[in-house]
């Protein structure tokens, strides 16, 4: 195993910032003395909600009895697709990852839970990303107060919860989703 010491950072450079991501390189020189540019995309932390609700609280989009999970179904420009996806979004400044995942659900689906618990904290796509994500479950939901931010033109939609697995690995699919479900169902919420 290479140790960090053998890694010597020579130079950060940020070749552009935007409102939503900072990118750059490092030049570094390698343990073998060689000197290479490991470029990188600077992104906020996120949250990924999964969100469990009582049947009679909501009006199902398949008329099915039980516990269902909430979705969001929204146009996603960067890949020209539509998506249906968990409740998710960025962690504001001072905010917890539950607190952000409560916040983020309300305003994209116009439910607040009850609860919440933190299953996971990682790094995303470490290879060229400076990104860290969270899991977060929620349950107990009551309606509450909507607010989509001006870019987020979503529906609300709601996946019986014996179905959602199945259902987020249809194409297309995308990673926070699958792996925010599949850390759900190894804790047994699922």
Not at 147 to 162: I, Y
């Given at each position: 195993m290479t140790d960090i010491g053998d890694?010597?950072?020579?130079?950060?450079?940020?070749?552009?910032?935007?409102?939503?991501?900072?990118?750059?390189?490092?030049?570094?020189?390698?343990?073998?003395?060689?000197?290479?540019?490991?470029?990188?995309?600077?992104?906020?932390?996120?949250?990924?909600?999964?969100?469990?609700?009582?049947?009679?609280?909501?009006?199902?989009?398949?008329?099915?009895?039980?516990?269902?999970?909430?979705?969001?179904?929204?146009?996603?420009?960067?890949?020209?697709?539509?998506?249906?996806?968990?409740?998710?979004?960025?962690?504001?400044?001072?905010?917890?990852?539950?607190?952000?995942?409560?916040?983020?659900?309300?305003?994209e689906t116009g439910f607040r839970p009850s609860s919440t618990a933190l299953l996971q904290e990682y790094a995303v796509a470490t290879g060229v990303l400076r990104h860290d994500r969270a899991v977060v479950y929620a349950e107990g939901l009551e309606p509450g107060e909507r607010e989509l931010d001006n870019n987020e033109f979503l529906e609300v939609r709601t996946v019986p919860v014996a179905e959602a697995l199945e259902r987020a690995r249809e194409q297309p699919a995308n990673d926070s989703t699958l792996t925010a479900l599949l850390l759900a169902k190894e804790e047994g919420l699922l």
């Amino acid at each position: 195993m290479t140790d960090i010491g053998d890694w010597e950072l020579l130079e950060e450079v940020t070749e552009y910032d935007t409102p939503w991501y900072e990118g750059g390189y490092d030049r570094l020189r390698q343990p073998d003395g060689s000197e290479k540019e490991y470029y990188w995309a600077d992104l906020p932390p996120a949250v990924v909600v999964v969100a469990r609700v009582d049947a009679d609280v909501i009006e199902d989009d398949d008329g099915g009895d039980g516990d269902h999970l909430l979705f969001v179904e929204q146009y996603r420009p960067t890949i020209r697709e539509t998506h249906l996806e968990l409740p998710a979004g960025i962690v504001e400044d001072g905010e917890s990852y539950t607190t952000a995942a409560a916040r983020e659900l309300e305003e994209e689906t116009g439910f607040r839970p009850s609860s919440t618990a933190l299953l996971q904290e990682y790094a995303v796509a470490t290879g060229v990303l400076r990104h860290d994500r969270a899991v977060v479950y929620a349950e107990g939901l009551e309606p509450g107060e909507r607010e989509l931010d001006n870019n987020e033109f979503l529906e609300v939609r709601t996946v019986p919860v014996a179905e959602a697995l199945e259902r987020a690995r249809e194409q297309p699919a995308n990673d926070s989703t699958l792996t925010a479900l599949l850390l759900a169902k190894e804790e047994g919420l699922l």
